[in-house]
Antibody, heavy 120, light 112 residues
Framework: EVQLLESGGGLVQPGGSLRLSCVASGLTFRSYAMSWVRQAPGKGLEWVSAISGSGDNTYYADSVKGRFSISRDNTQNTLYLQMNSLRAEDTAVYYC?????????????WGQGTTVTVSS | DIVMTQTPLSSPVTLGQPASISCRSS???????????LSWLQQRPGQPPRLLIYKISNRFSGVPDRFSGSGAGTDFTLKISRVEAEDVGVYYCMQATQFPLTFGGGTKVEIK
């Protein structure tokens, strides 16, 4: 069974930084693209970023471009999201998702999420 | 960017009755490879999203056959043939034809 476990969320001041992690198990991690999706309190889903299986290709939403950086360590089966210059509007639950670009072209496995709160 | 618009915002349904959700994209979701990468996700209260349907009409593993997807081009529909109590939640369409990936605003299905 494929499982994704996020960590690293917390309370941070505006302008601060945070690094989220997502550990994957039950899959050949390096074979799959991965993605981060967030959900602000009481709001809908917003795609944040994606990365190819090799890590060579990265993609970002305009709302986070230049501030967030996605990366992965395929030897540790871990996905990361480095978040800098955080703003109040970045407050959300951040989900890690397996992004199947071979067959489904959809996010077929999701973690439980980690909560980021940006506030002074 | 492709804008995904879902209607209705909310759908109160009687148990055992059908429900239908519409999703419209601001441009065609047909990829250059000929496929259409439109998926539907369900988010039950307090839970992460869960994939229901991929490539317009294909049910993901374990998804009951009361869920069905249809459509083409820019207009898509998710139907629940007979709503059960466990179907309560918010449903999202998502396009993966091009970056940035985009979601619809969500449709809340609740029991009347």
């Amino acid at each position: 069974e494929v499982q994704l476990l996020e960590s690293g969320g917390g309370l941070v001041q505006p302008g601060g930084s945070l690094r989220l992690s997502c550990v994957a198990s039950g899959l050949t991690f390096r074979s799959y693209a991965m993605s981060w999706v967030r959900q602000a309190p009481g709001k809908g889903l917003e795609w944040v970023s994606a990365i190819s299986g090799s890590g060579d290709n990265t993609y970002y939403a305009d709302s986070v471009k230049g501030r967030f950086s996605i990366s992965r360590d395929n030897t540790q089966n871990t996905l990361y999201l480095q978040m800098n210059s955080l703003r109040a509007e970045d407050t959300a639950v951040y989900y890690c998702a397996k992004y199947d670009r071979y067959y489904y072209y959809a996010m077929d496995v999701w973690g439980q999420g980690t909560t980021v709160t940006v506030s002074s | 960017d492709i804008v995904m618009t879902q209607t209705p915002l909310s759908s109160p349904v009687t148990l055992g009755q059908p429900a239908s959700i519409s999703c419209r994209s601001s441009q065609s979701l047909v990829h250059s490879d000929g496929n259409t990468y439109l998926s539907w996700l369900q988010q039950r209260p307090g839970q992460p999203p869960r994939l229901l349907i991929y490539k317009i009409s294909n049910r993901f593993s374990g998804v009951p056959d009361r869920f069905s997807g249809s459509g083409a081009g820019t207009d898509f529909t998710l139907k629940i043939s007979r709503v059960e109590a466990e179907d309560v939640g918010v449903y999202y369409c998502m396009q993966a034809t091009q970056f940035p990936l985009t979601f619809g605003g969500g449709t809340k299905v609740e029991i009347k």
